[in-house]
């Protein structure tokens, strides 16, 4: 969505050179021009937003930042924080909490005090949105756009989705809710949900929406080959040091690259 390709996610998955990190950054630390990735820390990718955002209106940039976390994170400190700058500053940020109902095994209501996440900004306008309709996502950042781009400051949204796997390789996703709750989030799965519309208003048939999954599938398995073909990084230098300096402007010491001379006098 990002400008990323299908192969630079699993070859960084992989640990692989190609990489969207080199294979260096892993599920947490994934990053490209106009995409800045996750954090590793609950919540760290709220102040590191806010300061993109401020970076953009210091520079009179014609961007906004959005700025996404979850309802787990929503409870850290730094995200209070970061509002209060944010709205102090009146930066070019929409604040978006995925709100899937569990924080790693908890649930929402065992978490918070108030789970009317879109309400968290107090003094920052909110908006909850239906994040299981494509559509209606697609409307509610588009008006946050336009609304943050004529300088009214920043917005924060509540996107009440659903997580219907585990929250991590290690988690089954079934040891704190029941099977019968997975099935009926799953009549309001997104994607069912907007080919339906598609068929409902005709903008496609069964057929072609059945030839447009085959082709996707097929896109997806041919990316996974070429990502486990992917070379692994080279236990050299160059790749230790990789995005640590500009190529060419490294400094004349670098500790463990290169020899230095001291003399006392």
Same mark, same amino acid.
């Given at each position: 969505?990002?400008?990323?390709?299908?192969?630079?996610?699993?070859?960084?998955?992989?640990?692989?050179?190609?990489?969207?990190?080199?294979?260096?950054?892993?599920?947490?630390?994934?990053?490209?021009?106009?995409?800045?990735?996750?954090?590793?820390?609950?919540?760290?990718?709220?102040?590191?937003?806010?300061?993109?955002?401020?970076?953009?209106?210091?520079?009179?940039?014609?961007?906004?930042?959005?700025?996404?976390?979850? @309802?787990?994170? +929503?409870? %850290?400190?730094? #995200?209070?924080? &970061?509002? /209060?700058?944010? $709205?102090?500053?009146?930066? =070019?940020?929409?604040?978006?909490?995925?709100?899937?109902?569990?924080?790693?095994?908890?649930?929402?209501?065992?978490?918070?005090?108030?789970?009317?996440?879109?309400?968290?900004?107090?003094?920052?306008?909110?908006?909850?949105?239906?994040?299981? @309709?494509?559509? +209606?996502? %697609?409307?509610? #950042?588009?008006? &946050?756009? /336009?609304?943050? $781009?004529?300088?009214?400051? =920043?917005?924060?949204?509540?996107?009440?989705?659903?997580?219907?796997?585990?929250?991590?390789?290690?988690?089954?996703?079934?040891?704190?809710?029941?099977?019968?709750?997975?099935?009926?989030?799953?009549?309001?799965?997104?994607?069912?949900?907007?080919?339906?519309?598609?068929?409902?208003?005709? #903008?496609?048939?069964?057929?072609?929406?059945?030839?447009?999954?085959?082709?996707?599938?097929?896109?997806?398995?041919?990316?996974?080959?070429?990502?486990?073909?992917?070379?692994?990084?080279?236990?050299?230098?160059?790749?230790?040091?990789?995005?640590?300096?500009?190529?060419?402007?490294?400094?004349?010491?670098?500790?463990?690259?290169?020899?230095?001379?001291?003399?006392?006098?």
């Amino acid at each position: 969505m990002r400008g990323a390709s299908i192969q630079s996610i699993l070859g960084e998955l992989l640990g692989r050179q190609g990489g969207i990190s080199y294979g260096k950054g892993g599920s947490m630390h994934m990053f490209r021009e106009a995409f800045f990735g996750g954090n590793g820390i609950v919540g760290a990718s709220v102040p590191v937003g806010t300061g993109i955002a401020l970076a953009q209106k210091y520079q009179d940039s014609p961007n906004i930042t959005v700025n996404l976390y979850g @309802d787990g994170a +929503a409870n %850290q400190g730094q #995200v209070h924080e &970061a509002f /209060n700058m944010a $709205k102090l500053w009146e930066l =070019p940020v929409l604040f978006g909490c995925e709100n899937n109902q569990y924080g790693m095994g908890t649930s929402v209501d065992r978490a918070s005090a108030s789970t009317d996440y879109y309400k968290r900004g107090q003094y920052i306008p909110g908006l909850r949105v239906n994040g299981m @309709d494509v559509l +209606a996502v %697609q409307a509610a #950042v588009q008006h &946050a756009r /336009n609304y943050i $781009k004529s300088r009214n400051g =920043p917005l924060v949204y509540e996107f009440q989705t659903y997580r219907f796997a585990g929250h991590s390789m290690s988690d089954p996703g079934v040891g704190y809710r029941t099977r019968e709750e997975l099935k009926s989030k799953r009549e309001s799965d997104p994607i069912s949900l907007f080919k339906q519309k598609l068929l409902d208003w005709k #903008v496609h048939t069964d057929e072609e929406l059945d030839e447009l999954e085959k082709g996707i599938r097929d896109k997806v398995k041919k990316d996974v080959t070429e990502a486990e073909n992917m070379p692994e990084p080279e236990p050299n230098g160059d790749t230790l040091f990789q995005d640590i300096y500009v190529r060419g402007s490294e400094p004349p010491y670098m500790r463990g690259r290169t020899t230095y001379e001291t003399h006392y006098y």
